[in-house]
C-alpha cells in the first residue's frame, strides 16, 4: 500500500502556506499608476492579508529548531523509501512472521489430533489440552487482528499454503530419517501420527539405533555381565542336558515349581559324559590329540586354571548332582512338618529353649492401699542340639566312560530321599520312645505322663465323645508356674493309617456317627482339627493330639545355620580314580514342651 505521495504534498503544502508573503500589492489593471482600487479587490486584499499574518504568526510560534529537525528526518526518510520501494515497511504493519504462521499451523494440528472424528473427545485432560492450544491460536490472532489501521489484512491462502509446505517437509524428512535408520515404514507413520516435530524425530531414531545395536550385540558381550559369562552357560546348558538325559528334568520342574521346557539342553544334546569331558580340555586349552577315553576322563577331572579350585567338569557333575538331590529331597513325602517346629541353631552346641509362666490375674491392694509384689518363678528349660548325618558315593572314571548318567541320578534321588526320610523317621523314633509314652524328660518322667503332667487320657477308641475328652484334657494344661490355664484347642490328629478313616469320618460328620436310632445328634467334634496325619509309624491304636505348633510347640526339628535342605560336596579323586561325593544333613529332633499335646492308648 503506497503513502508516500498524499504525505509530501501535505508537507509541500504546509511549507508554501507559511512562506507565503503578507505584502499584498495594488495593481491596476487599467490605468497604470492610479490609486483607484475597485472596492471588492480591497476587501480581497484584506482578508488574504489578515489571513497570511495569522498563520505566519501560528507557524512562527510552532517552528522551532528540533521542530524542523525532525520534519528533515522525516522527509529524508520518505524520499529513501520512495527510492527503494519499501515504504510499506516504514508507513504500515507486514503480514505475520514466518516463525509466528509455522507455530499457528503446528497448533491447529495438535488441536485436531485430540479431537475424534465425530468431533468427541477421550476424557476431560484431553478437552482441556484441546482448549489450552486453541486459546494460543486466538491470542495470535488477536495480536495480529489489535495492529493499526493501516496494517494490509492477513493473507489467509499464504499462510495455509506456507502451513502446508512446512507440514510437507515434516512428514518428507522423517520417512528420509527412518529409511536411512534402516527402520520399519511402521515407524514413520506412528511419528507423524503423534505430531513430532523433525528434530524430536531424529531423537527418538537414534534411542530406537542404540537399542536394536545392544540387541544385536553377539554373545561375547555378555561376558560382562555377572554371571553370564561364557563358563557358566557351558555349565548351566550342559547341567540341562544331563538332566534331560538322566531323566530327571521333570523331578527338578516340579521340585522348583518350573517348566519342563526351561530345562532345555540346546547345543549339547547328544553329548556323552566323556564328550563333556573332552570339551573341557578343549576349552581350558588342553590338547587332547591321542589321548584315549581314560585319560581324557581323568585329565578332566584334574584340570583347572589358576582362578578355579576345582575343573568345570567336576563342577558341572557336581550342580547336576546337587539339582538332583535338592528335587528329591523336596518332592519326598513328609508328616513330621505338619505338627513339629522348625528353627535354626548356629553350631552343634546344646542351644536352650526357655518357658516362661504368666502372672495370672493382677491382685487387689490391701486395706493400706500397697502393691503386692508378685514372684517370679525360674523358667523352664529344655535344650536342642544338632548333628550331622550323611554318606559318600564314588564317581568313578569307569561310570564315566559307560555314560551311565542314570546310575548318577539314581543314587542322589536315593540319598535325597534318604535325607527327608532321616527327618520324618526321627521325629516318630522320639514319639515311640517309653512305649509310646515319648522321650523322658530331666524329672525322670516320660514326655507323656497323667501323674506329672496330665496329658494322658483314659484309653478309648476313637469317637467324637473320646476326642471330646482329649480336647477337655489339653484345654486344662496350666503354663509353667501354674497361674494359669492356657486353654489350648488340638489343630492336628497324628494316628495310625488303620483308624486315619475313621478320624476323617468323625471330623466331617455334621452328626454324631456314634448314635444309634433314628434320632441325629449333632457331631460334637466336627471341624475340631484342621490336619489329619495317618502314619504307620505310630502303633495302633494310640493316637496323638497336638496343638499348633506355632502356638505351643512340642517337638522341635532345628537346622544349623537355617540349611533346611542336605548339602553335597564334592572331592577330586585321589584315593579313588574319579571324585567322590558326600552329602550332609546337620539337624536335631527334640521334644521342648509336653502342654500343647495330648496322647490316648486307644482301644
Not at 503513502?3 to 507559511?18: Q, Y
Amino acid at each position: 500500500m503506497k503513502t508516500i505521495m498524499p504525505v509530501s504534498f501535505l508537507v509541500a503544502l504546509v511549507a508554501a502556506i507559511a512562506a507565503m508573503p503578507t505584502n499584498v500589492y495594488k495593481i491596476c489593471a487599467w490605468n497604470v499608476g492610479t490609486l483607484k482600487v475597485e472596492p471588492w479587490r480591497r476587501r480581497t486584499s484584506g482578508a488574504v492579508r489578515h489571513a497570511a499574518e495569522s498563520l505566519r504568526a501560528w507557524f512562527s510560534r510552532l517552528w522551532t529548531p528540533q521542530v524542523l529537525a525532525t520534519a528533515c528526518l522525516i522527509l529524508t526518510l520518505l524520499l529513501i523509501a520512495q527510492q527503494t520501494g519499501s515504504a510499506e515497511v516504514l508507513l504500515a504493519i507486514p503480514p505475520l512472521a514466518a516463525p509466528v504462521a509455522e507455530k499457528r499451523a503446528q497448533l491447529l494440528r495438535e488441536a485436531e489430533a485430540l479431537r475424534s472424528a465425530d468431533g468427541s473427545f477421550k476424557d476431560d485432560a484431553t478437552r482441556q489440552a484441546f482448549d489450552a492450544k486453541m486459546a494460543e491460536i486466538e491470542a495470535i490472532d488477536k495480536a495480529a487482528s489489535s495492529a493499526p489501521a493501516q496494517m494490509p489484512p492477513a493473507d489467509d491462502a499464504a499462510v495455509r499454503a506456507a502451513a502446508t509446505t512446512l507440514e510437507r517437509e515434516r512428514i518428507t524428512g522423517i520417512q528420509h530419517a527412518v529409511h536411512l535408520a534402516k527402520l520399519e515404514p511402521t515407524v514413520a507413520e506412528e511419528m507423524v501420527k503423534r505430531n513430532l516435530s523433525l528434530d524430536q524425530a531424529r531423537a527418538e531414531i537414534f534411542t530406537k539405533l542404540a537399542q536394536k545395536e545392544h540387541a544385536e550385540q553377539p554373545e561375547t558381550r555378555s561376558q560382562l555381565a555377572v554371571g553370564e559369562d561364557a563358563r557358566d552357560k557351558w555349565l548351566h546348558g550342559a547341567m540341562n542336558w544331563l538332566l534331560v538325559k538322566g531323566g530327571v528334568a521333570e523331578l527338578v520342574a516340579r521340585a522348583t515349581k518350573a517348566d519342563v521346557a526351561t530345562i532345555d539342553p540346546g547345543e549339547f544334546r547328544g553329548f556323552t559324559l566323556v564328550d563333556l569331558a573332552r570339551d573341557t580340555l578343549t576349552r581350558s586349552g588342553r590338547s587332547i590329540r591321542g589321548l584315549n577315553k581314560m585319560r581324557i576322563v581323568s585329565e578332566a577331572f584334574m584340570r583347572r586354571d589358576i582362578t578355579q579350585s576345582t575343573s568345570d567338569f567336576a563342577t558341572l557333575l557336581e550342580n547336576t548332582m546337587h539339582k538332583v538331590l535338592q528335587a528329591a529331597y523336596a518332592t519326598q513325602p513328609d508328616t513330621w512338618r505338619r505338627f513339629c517346629a522348625t528353627s535354626t541353631v548356629s553350631d552343634f552346641r546344646a542351644h536352650n529353649r526357655y518357658r516362661m509362666g504368666s502372672f495370672g490375674a493382677l491382685d487387689a491392694l490391701n486395706e493400706l492401699g500397697e502393691f503386692k509384689h508378685k514372684v517370679i518363678s525360674d523358667a523352664e528349660k529344655a535344650t536342642i542340639t544338632a548333628s550331622t548325618k550323611g554318606n559318600i558315593i564314588t564317581v568313578s572314571r569307569q561310570m564315566i566312560i559307560n555314560d551311565d548318567m542314570g546310575a548318577f541320578t539314581r543314587l542322589l534321588s536315593m540319598l535325597g530321599r534318604a535325607a527327608g526320610l532321616s527327618v520324618e523317621v526321627d521325629v516318630y523314633a522320639l514319639l515311640a520312645l517309653n512305649a509310646g509314652l515319648g522321650p523322658t524328660q530331666t524329672d525322670l518322667s516320660p514326655l507323656f505322663d497323667n501323674t506329672a503332667r496330665g496329658n494322658v487320657t483314659t484309653g478309648a477308641a476313637i469317637s467324637a465323645a473320646a476326642l471330646d475328652l482329649d480336647r477337655v484334657a489339653m484345654a486344662k494344661q496350666k503354663d509353667p508356674w501354674g497361674n494359669e490355664y492356657l486353654d489350648l484347642r488340638p489343630a492336628v490328629l497324628v494316628t495310625a493309617v488303620e483308624i486315619e478313616g475313621t478320624a476323617r469320618v468323625i471330623n466331617a460328620a455334621q452328626y454324631d456317627p456314634d448314635t444309634t436310632g433314628k434320632l441325629q445328634r449333632p457331631n460334637i467334634a466336627n471341624g475340631l482339627f484342621r490336619d489329619i496325619v495317618g502314619s504307620p509309624r505310630v502303633t495302633t491304636p494310640r493316637r496323638y493330639l497336638f496343638a499348633d505348633p506355632s502356638i505351643a510347640p512340642v517337638l522341635e526339628v532345628a537346622f544349623l545355620e537355617g540349611q533346611t535342605s542336605p548339602v553335597l560336596e564334592t572331592k577330586d579323586g585321589w584315593d579313588v580314580d574319579g571324585a567322590e561325593m558326600k552329602v550332609r544333613f546337620d539337624y536335631g529332633v527334640k521334644d521342648v514342651d509336653y502342654r500343647g499335646a495330648i496322647t490316648n492308648a486307644g482301644q
